[in-house]
């Protein structure tokens, strides 16, 4: 494949980059016969966070790609023998970090699936070497574009996101490795949308089957991730469509509930990758199993036609949808909570209330209920602003308490007229909910994870991370009351 060789060429070893002293073992050679080198080019010890190893030089003709082995860390004298008794100790296997290699012009090439942490270094070895190859990632290292997985499993299309958007770019002709599907390397969605995003598109579905990796530098400045692509198996034969309940509307094969500023999507069972856009909406998301997401940044209090675009395991597909939002409002959200606290308890127990709508919305008649206890906010507890947090405490809070952290000074401190909950907050975990007047649920907050020390709270990952999503939501240590949780 003329790619291939063209890369080849592009990171043959350099000459600034010694090779290590090295053999083979019986019949592969003197020592220096074999060079090391890294794509893309960079000095070995200020490695990037994506990269391929490659092994160069006579001596690489003899080495079984299926022998080698990658690390976090340093590969001693003890484990290099051990690799070449074929003997792998408990430790070391326990070390190994997901690795495709294989046999390419005379090189053999290792890829890295995972992303590499900046300022860790890493080893690369295999039986017969008397010095492993050691590569630190640069401390300051720019993070890869991660890998979205497309319809599912089983799709040779693929979207690789990152924070900032990228600069346009034409079409980019690539391979996947190693001898995987030829296509192209396309600048966001088919709509164009995902500026944050590089597309790759298979030229035909030519019935290949198995695990590839995309090229790790296919654009100046642009590094994308190397996990495998898996390719032929997965990929859902049809989707369901979704049945909307009252209050939602159709939204490509799933419903969403509209708001002011935001949707909510309630997807099918079927892997998804999802692009929405319209005037200052750009979101990406990936669903399964029935999962949700929110698409925000809408113009409240109007009609906005929304672009909707499905990655299936056939490829793309798009409609338009039109919804009204409503009037700007506040949305409530159960933030952070304290339930085993070391002071006192249930005196010390609180929970953080997030406004992470666009207005100012009032507190008075809210309540906080847990099994079997309701707990209102009283009349006269005012207005939350945008982005402000409340702390809610029972009639016994002590706020000169010295042993769990206390409400930032910024914070709002809404005192309740009982304690929270029924008998207090469990320190087990228990379902939390915060309703309004009327008894319509602004925000649900899990039992678990449960934490394993006093004085440690459970923080949501951010306030706009959906209820009942499970990665939403960990432990904090310290607790954050009345100030953004510490992620």
């Known amino acids: ?17 010694p090779p290590p002293s090295g053999h083979l073992g019986s019949g592969g050679g003197a020592p220096g016969d074999i060079s090391f080198s890294i794509e893309p080019e960079a000095p070995l010890d200020a490695a990037p966070r994506a990269l391929r190893l490659r092994v160069g030089g006579p001596g690489a003709l003899e080495i079984d790609p299926g022998s080698l082995v990658f690390v976090e860390g340093e590969l001693g004298e003890y484990q290099l023998r051990d690799l070449e008794d074929g003997d792998l100790s408990k430790t070391l296997t326990e070390r190994l970090l997901p690795l495709t290699a294989f046999a390419e012009a005379g090189f053999v090439i290792a890829i ?29 290292a720019a993070p890869a574009l991660t890998r979205v997985s497309a319809g599912g499993e ?23 490795d190693p001898g995987g599907p030829a296509g192209e390397l396309l600048h966001g969605s088919p709509a164009g949308f995902a500026q944050s995003c590089v597309r790759f598109e298979p030229n035909a579905a030519d019935g290949t089957s198995g695990a590839f990796h995309a090229p790790v530098a296919p654009l100046p400045g642009v590094l994308l ?64 199993e029935g999962s949700s997401f929110v698409v925000h940044g809408l113009e409240p209090s109007a009609d906005v036609s929304l672009s909707v675009e499905l990655c299936t395991g056939e490829g793309w597909r798009a409609e338009q949808v039109e919804v009204h939002t409503l009037p700007p409002q506040a949305h409530f959200v159960i933030n952070e909570v304290l339930a085993n606290a070391v002071g006192e308890e249930p005196e010390q127990e609180w929970v953080e209330i997030i406004n992470n709508g666009s207005v100012a919305g009032l507190l008075d008649g809210v309540a906080l209920e847990d099994i079997g206890g309701h707990t209102p906010i009283p009349p006269g507890a005012g207005f939350l602003e945008p982005g402000g947090f409340a702390v809610l405490v029972g009639i016994d809070f002590d706020e000169t308490s010295r042993y769990d952290e206390l409400p930032a000074s910024s914070a709002l401190l809404v005192r309740a007229l009982t304690g929270l909950g029924k008998n207090g907050l469990s320190n087990s975990g ?32 951010a306030p706009d991370a959906l209820d009942d999503d499970p990665e939403a939501f960990s432990i904090s240590d310290p607790a954050t009351p009345g100030l953004p949780n510490a992620q």
């Open 1 to 17: 494949m003329i790619l291939c060789f063209e890369l080849v060429w592009l990171i043959a070893c350099r000459a600034d980059l």
């Open 112 to 140: 890295p699936h995972a992303p590499l942490s900046p300022g860790v270094s890493y080893a690369l070895g295999f039986p017969g070497l008397e010095r492993a190859l050691t590569v630190s990632v640069d401390p300051d």
């Open 154 to 176: 089983g799709s040779a299309h693929a979207l690789f996101c990152g924070e900032g958007e990228i600069d346009s770019f034409e079409a980019v002709e690539v391979g996947l």
């Open 225 to 288: 991730a190397q996990a495998p692509i898996a390719i032929g198996e997965g990929a859902p034969d049809s989707i369901d469509v979704v049945a909307c309940e009252p209050g939602e509307i159709p939204f490509g094969p799933g419903c969403a509930t509209v708001y002011d500023d935001r949707v909510r999507v309630r997807a099918p069972e079927a892997p998804l990758l999802w692009v929405v856009g319209a005037s200052g909406v750009d979101a990406v998301a990936v669903t399964h």
């Open 430 to 461: 228990e379902p939390l909910r915060l309703v309004n007047p009327e008894g319509s649920v602004l925000s649900r907050f899990p039992s678990e994870p449960k934490p394993n020390k006093a004085g440690k709270s459970v923080a949501r990952r």
